[in-house]
């Protein structure tokens, strides 16, 4: 992945913007795979819809809603919390960094073309309403921006969320920069690519290469997994959590300078908040221990929880750590020994975001790509596993992967490069919906649930994913952990 320049390109460099009308252009079989298929999105309020776009926009007729005309967001910012707001599929922006080519065409010619704009609105046409990037992705947050000036008159900025990163800008150590000014220039440089005001969160970008190691917090191994399974319940559970600097004595101590430089860049991203540039602050990273502990410190040590979490191929079909960890970060951390948080007394637990669910190709049909750092006797398990499927023909398979038969309970980041990668995301959720509407034994958002020959295939998909999960589980590496930072 190439390191973005000290200064961004002329927007000349990017090319003229395409029309509206040649994004919409349905007399090309590109243009024509851009258009909604069989509704809207399974979690979407109808009321939500702006119907001033009605079916050139979206592809569908919107005569059979019961929509609202004037009940279209106003264009100022959103009045619902992200946490009400986030849709459960995220559009995940790193499609449009360069240099990845591992699953698609990266070239500069094809992620600033015609297909991008389509991919994004088809998209926000479903009614996917979050969009994450980072500085680190480029130029994905200037294609962004591009892309979505472009698409306001259908996708006015109050209709979706724009969520970004900063802190890590290459792939080395040497290109993280947490201090404040350059938090602060970051931010700065992502406005004005993502043509906003303001923007809906901001995550400070793999916090673990930055915080200090605290036991094996960083290691490989079943850590985070027993630290989960035996909280509060073990003397030897006990010991792990004291060894991850997560006991209750621990909470609040600051280990040395990384530390104190995550502390320094959140101060600065919670004084960009006050500012109301961004509405959200948090971090992301892999080790679950790690952004435990930055979260419980951060609260402590600056007196304001975090709003956000991100942690990526923790709730996959090789893994339910995030699950597991659900409670730990929910946990009200009030009644740990505080000092700022003693005074200011407010906590909300952060949210959680699932990120890479394909676990970096981990599951997927393709090859593996040879840095992955799982072992190998799991990356074995999921090729055997995709292999199988394939041959019985048990379930649809395609380059979404395997992994999008396994519904999450967090936002889920979801990178999709192409608009057949859009709509059978969209598919899958509506299986899971009318899943989980069926189990629950109520009927919900039924006009844009699944049909009854998409509620049939529940079975297929369950099939399948029991059979990735019992051959991940004969490899003996179920929530096992790599190593990160």
């Known amino acids: 992945m190439p390191i973005a320049p000290a200064q961004d390109p002329p927007e000349s460099y990017w090319g003229a913007l395409p029309t509206l009308e040649q994004v919409l252009d349905v007399s090309s079989a590109a243009g024509e795979a851009a258009r909604v298929r069989g509704g809207l999105a399974p979690w979407v309020r ?6 001033s776009t009605r079916t050139e926009a979206y592809g569908i007729n919107l005569s059979n809603h019961d929509v609202n005309d004037a009940a279209e967001p106003a264009r100022g910012r959103p009045n619902r919390s992200l946490r009400e707001d986030i849709s459960p599929i995220v559009f995940g922006g790193g499609i449009l960094r360069l240099g990845d080519g591992q699953y698609r065409d990266t070239s500069e010619e094809k992620v600033k073309g015609l297909d991008s704009f389509r991919v994004v609105h088809l998209a926000l046409s479903y009614g996917i309403n979050a969009i994450d990037t980072s500085a680190y992705y480029y130029p994905s947050e200037i294609l962004l921006g591009r892309i979505l000036r472009l698409l306001s008159p259908l996708h006015p900025r109050s209709s979706y969320r724009l969520l970004t990163k900063c802190g890590r800008y290459g792939p080395s150590l040497e290109h993280f920069d947490y201090s404040p000014k350059g938090v602060r220039e970051s931010v700065g440089k992502s406005l004005k690519r993502l043509n906003t005001s303001y923007l809906d969160q901001v995550l400070l970008h793999d916090v ?30 006990l010991a792990l959590q004291k060894s991850l600097g997560l006991s209750a004595a621990s909470w609040g101590t600051s280990c040395g300078p990384g530390d104190a430089a995550v502390l320094g860049a959140l101060q600065e991203l919670f004084n960009l908040k006050d ?3 961004i509405l959200n602050v948090g971090i992301s990273g892999y080790p679950l221990p790690v952004l435990l502990r930055i979260c419980r410190l951060a609260y402590i040590e600056l007196g304001r929880p975090l709003d956000c979490v991100l942690s990526y191929s923790q709730d996959c079909l090789h893994s339910d750590l995030l699950r597991a960890w659900r ?9 740990s020994r505080t000092s700022h948080a003693e005074r200011n007394g407010k906590w909300n637990p952060p949210l959680l975001l699932n990120g890479s669910p394909f676990s970096m190709g981990l599951l997927t049909e393709g090859a ?22 394939l041959s019985a023909s048990s379930a649809p398979h395609d380059a979404a992967g395997l992994e999008r038969h396994h519904g999450t309970g967090f936002p889920t980041l979801v990178g999709m490069a192409t608009c057949d990668h859009v709509h059978a995301a969209i598919q899958t959720m509506r299986v899971l919906m ?13 006009k844009n649930g699944a049909s009854n020959g998409e509620r049939q295939s529940q079975a297929l998909q369950d099939a399948a994913e029991k059979k990735v999960k019992d051959m991940v589980r004969e490899s003996g590496y179920v929530d096992w952990s790599w190593a990160s930072g």
């Open 46 to 51: 109808t009321a939500d819809v702006n119907t």
């Open 208 to 237: 673990e290469f930055v915080a200090e190691k605290v036991g094996a917090s960083h290691e490989q191994g079943f850590d985070a997994r027993d630290a989960a399974r035996h909280e509060g319940e073990s003397t030897s559970g």
């Open 275 to 277: 500012e109301g540039l």
């Open 327 to 335: 409670g730990l970060f929910e946990m009200d951390q009030r009644q």
């Open 368 to 389: 593996v790509p040879d840095w992955h750092p799982a072992p190998q006797e799991l990356k074995d398990a999921c090729l055997r596993a995709a292999q199988s499927l």
């Open 434 to 446: 009318a899943r989980t509407s069926a189990q629950n034994s109520c009927e919900t958002n039924a």
